[in-house]
Structure formats: structure tokens, C-alpha cells
């Protein structure tokens, strides 16, 4: 069964400060990209960034580069994503999501084959 489990999530200032992981199994980890997502209220799901686990290549949203960090554990199957300087228009669900190799900023949403349930970041100015 194919899973991916979002973690780290929370209420923290601005300024603050926030890992989230994503712990995937069920499929062949390192053959897939995985991305993170994030979705405010009334707002469309957008992409925040992205590792492709073949080639360790990464991705940014211009929003968030020089403030957010992707890194992968192969060994673990769990990519994070270390937030700073976090902002209140930062506060949404994210998500992480998994594509078939290769993943990028540009790559469509629906391109990403498997998604996890979310986990909510609050960011209080």
C-alpha cells in the first residue's frame, strides 16, 4: 500500500522556524519525485518545492527561496522541508506528493501520482 504521511506541522510566530517531514513507503522511493505542496483557505493548491530523489535536483517556489530547505533520507524514504523566516502567508495545509522521477516548479499538479493527507502550519504575526 502506498503511503505518504506528512508530520511537524504547528502554530509558531513570525520569524519562527519548522521541519516537516513526509515518510513514503510503498513504492520504489528512489525512483520518484517528491514535491511539496501547500493550499490556503479559498486559495488553489500551489507548488512550494521539490526534490527529484534520482539526482538529488531541487526546485523552489520564488515565495519561499533562501527561507525553505528540501532534503531527502533515502534510507529513511523521508523527505523534509525545513521552513524559516516563516511568514503569516505562509499559514496553510501542506502537502507532499510523489511523481514518477523527475519533478520541477513547472511540472502540473496532476503529474504527481500519490499525495498524503496534509498537515496544517499556522504562522502568527
Known amino acids: 500500500e502506498v503511503q505518504l504521511v506528512e508530520s511537524g506541522g504547528g502554530l509558531v510566530q513570525t520569524g519562527g522556524s519548522l521541519r516537516l517531514s513526509c515518510a513514503a513507503s510503498?513504492?520504489?522511493?528512489?525512483?520518484?519525485?517528491i514535491g511539496w505542496f501547500r493550499q490556503a483557505p479559498g486559495k488553489e493548491r500551489e507548488g512550494v518545492s521539490c526534490?527529484?530523489?534520482?539526482?538529488?535536483?531541487?526546485d523552489y517556489a520564488d515565495s519561499v527561496k533562501g527561507r525553505f530547505t528540501i532534503s531527502t533520507d533515502n534510507a529513511k524514504n523521508v523527505v523534509y522541508l525545513s521552513m524559516n523566516s516563516l511568514k503569516p502567508e505562509d499559514t496553510a495545509v501542506y502537502y507532499c506528493?510523489?511523481?514518477?522521477?523527475?519533478?520541477?516548479?513547472?511540472?502540473?499538479?496532476?503529474?504527481?501520482?500519490?499525495w498524503g493527507e496534509g498537515t496544517q502550519v499556522t504562522v502568527s504575526s
Open positions: 526534490i527529484s530523489n534520482g539526482d538529488g535536483s531541487t
Open positions: 510503498g513504492f520504489s522511493f528512489n525512483d520518484y519525485g
Open positions: 506528493a510523489a511523481t514518477y522521477y523527475f519533478c520541477s516548479q513547472s511540472l502540473p499538479l496532476s503529474e504527481y501520482k500519490y
